[in-house]
């Protein structure tokens, strides 16, 4: 039998301050999911990172390299020792909150603040990118395969803009979309799906126009919204909400908890958060889950990321 040395990795923002779960151990590949269940039984296997020192944690992002930036009410923090100690990267702007951080293909970073930021030096410094982009950013920025950006703008109420090239410019996209965008993602075959409080509007022309994809929701306020690596998309809408045909149809996963916030990792794994304080977790495609609250405690959850490594704390999501 192999022996594989496996670690898994959550960041939780809760309440005011962010907590971390880490277990890494040697075992069988064969006893993968004996090695969760015993995990997932204890209750303390949760710890308080050190930081960062920023108030309301709106987002959490990981990249490749296992660099952690969250985004706060006072601008960026990053950090590269497992939130060990953090590094505050500050944007150049009066109003410093962030409220999402992502990364292209090519490494450039890009915030959603009052506009949108670029920096191509792992955040150190940021470059105002805002040519035909309004004032105020949602909290949703999302690229595409072929590197296009979109962001959903917060002092309009039904925008989103796309960017061809590198955020240089932007073209304001509305046609079919009458509501404010709180989540956003695009599906590996290019279809872009936005979150709404009146349910999922989905796009199969690169944002040029808009439709209406409700069916089976049990909800229509769409809070979030993530993509599997196999395509599968899910919706937080109260319940989690699964489509497995590019956004046309949902049908409802668990009905026995509501989540707010939603997570996936590169191998799949699905993580959903609450306003109550609960994580769940998910192996089989949202069909059943796992409360790894722990001691997390009751304050409200603002965001969760997952990540996947080995014992060199590489981690992708």
Known sequence: MVHVREMWRRLVFEGGSMRKFIRSSRFCFAAFFLFFSAVFSQTNFWESTNGPPGGRVNSIFVNSNGD???????????????????????????????????????????????????????????????????????????????GDIFAACSSN????????????????????????????????????????????????????????????LTSTYVSSMIVKPNGEIFAAAGYVHRSTDDGKHWALCDSSFGVSILSVDSNGTLCGASW???????????????????????QSTTSVALGYGRSDFSRHL
Do not use: H
């Open 68 to 146: 952690i930036y969250v985004s706060t009410g006072v601008g960026i923090f990053r950090s590269v020792d497992n939130g060990q100690s953090w590094v505050q990267s500050v944007i150049p702007s009066k109003w410093p909150e962030v409220k999402a951080v992502t990364v292209s293909k090519t490494g450039a970073l890009y915030a959603a603040g009052d506009y949108v930021y670029r920096s191509t030096d792992n955040g150190a410094t940021w470059r105002q990118i805002m040519n035909g982009f309004p004032n105020g950013v949602g909290g949703c920025i999302v690229l595409s395969s072929n």
């Open 157 to 216: 109420a039904a925008a989103v803009y796309r960017s061809t090239d590198d955020g240089d410019s932007w073209t304001y996209l509305n046609d079919g979309l009458p509501l404010q965008v709180q989540s956003m993602v695009i599906s590996p075959g290019g279809t872009i799906l936005a979150g709404t409080q009146g349910g999922v509007f989905r796009s199969t022309n690169n944002g040029d126009n808009w439709s209406q994809v409700n069916a089976g």
């Open 276 to 298: 109550d304080g609960k994580v769940y977790r998910s192996t089989d495609d949202g069909n059943t889950w796992v409360d790894i609250s722990g001691d997390l405690g009751t």
